[in-house]
C-alpha cells in the first residue's frame, strides 16, 4: 500500500514518526503529501501569531473546512461521508499507532 511519510514535532518538545497509508485510489502521492505539508505550514503560521486559538478550535476549523470541500463533490452524501471516515480512521489510526519521543532544542 503507498502511503506518505511524516516526523512531526510538537510545541512540547515530543516527536513522532508516523507513515500514513493512501487509499486504493490515490492518484497523485505527491499531490497528497505537499497539500498536507502546505496545510500544516499554514496552520503552523497562523498559529504561531495567535495564541488565542486552542487545539479544539484548530479541530473545528479543518472539520468545518473538511466538510465544505466534501459538499463541493458531485458524489451522494453517503458515499462522502462513507469515504471520510473510512480516511480519517485509517490515518488517524496511524498518527495514534507512531510512538512518541523527546527531542532536544537548541
Request: net charge positive; hydrophobic share 45%.
Amino acid at each position: 500500500m503507498k502511503s506518505v511519510s511524516y516526523t512531526v514535532v510538537t510545541n512540547n518538545g515530543r516527536a513522532f514518526d508516523v507513515s500514513l497509508p493512501l487509499h486504493l485510489q490515490t492518484r497523485s502521492e505527491t499531490g497528497v503529501a505537499q497539500m498536507v505539508t502546505k496545510l500544516l505550514a499554514t496552520l503552523s503560521s497562523h498559529l504561531g501569531s495567535n495564541r488565542n486559538v486552542s487545539d479544539g478550535d484548530v479541530l473545528q476549523a479543518l472539520a468545518i473546512t473538511l466538510a465544505i470541500r466534501a459538499r463541493m463533490l458531485s458524489a451522494t452524501p453517503e458515499s462522502t461521508a462513507s469515504l471520510i471516515e473510512d480516511l480519517f480512521g485509517t490515518a488517524y489510526a496511524a498518527a495514534r499507532a507512531a510512538p512518541s519521543y523527546v527531542v532536544g532544542r537548541a
